[in-house]
């Protein structure tokens, strides 16, 4: 049967890879932080976000990257892809949104719909369920959301002041956004040249409720690797997950 849905969705996507990591020194001290393994995989954190990608039907991406490109751009034409993927270099910082726009500029299908990804995201749900949510709500930009869990643990009480029960690393009772999006062709023109489109951008489409938020379905796996104990705690939760 053919799926109705299917020529609306994206082919091609971004990594923005050009962050500088310093929150996961001494693994970035010598690779940008899509570069950092993942302990136990094999595979640095792109390996995995290329492979997810592929497998929701990209075959396009396009990497901004930054520091340490080189290192970067040295395992892409080395490894076995499962994407055509483009690499592009900021010769300075351009800001998360900057770089967006500079990526996308570099996109095989400028009048097509494109995913974008953080490239310290570890993360495996339904591109294609969100493609279709972002259609459905005619938004020009849908962000994923999570509830990520709280690192410390969490105490109840009841109405009287006593602790009733104590819970481990209880998830976000508020949604963030996770890092992973769908862009509709229009959104790149509304991108700053420089500068963080989270602070322009984004507010300026949700004022025209034209940005959705896509919930992460529960039991999905996503965690954003920012610091050495999340790649420790990722190890762990993949373990147990069986992967």
């Known amino acids: 049967m053919t799926d109705p849905n299917a020529a609306s969705r994206p082919v091609q996507a971004v990594i923005l890879a050009g962050g500088q990591g310093s929150r996961l020194r001494p693994y970035t001290d010598d690779r940008p932080k899509p570069m950092v393994e993942i302990p136990g ?12 990608l592929a497998e929701e039907g990209v075959t396009d991406v396009v ?12 395992w892409l034409d080395s490894a076995d892809l499962p994407v055509r993927v483009t690499t592009v270099v900021e010769k300075e910082p351009l ?10 500029a570099r996109l095989p299908h400028p009048n097509r719909s494109w995913y974008a990804t953080n490239g310290d995201i570890w993360t495996r749900f339904s591109l294609r369920d969100m493609a279709d949510f972002h259609t459905e709500r ?10 990520p869990r709280i690192p410390w643990g969490a105490v109840q009480t009841d109405g009287f002041g006593h602790i009733t029960d104590f819970i481990e690393a209880p998830p976000t009772t508020y ?4 890092g992973v999006y769908v862009f509709s062709p229009e959104f790149a023109a509304l991108l700053p040249e420089r500068g963080d489109h989270e602070r322009t951008t984004f507010p300026h489409l949700a004022r025209e409720h034209r940005l959705a938020g896509f919930p992460i379905p529960q039991g999905a796996y996503w965690r954003a690797i920012d610091t050495a104990k999340d790649l420790t705690e990722a190890a762990k939760e993949l373990a147990a997950l069986g992967r």
């Open 175 to 178: 949604e963030v956004n996770a």
């Open 138 to 147: 005619d938004a020009i930009a849908t962000l994923a959301l999570a509830r």
């Open 63 to 74: 990497v901004s990257c930054g520091h340490l490109a080189e290192v970067l751009q040295e």
């Open 41 to 52: 995989t094999g595979t640095p954190i792109i390996g995995h976000q290329l492979t997810w």
């Open 95 to 104: 800001g998360r949104g900057g770089g967006l726009k500079h990526a996308a």
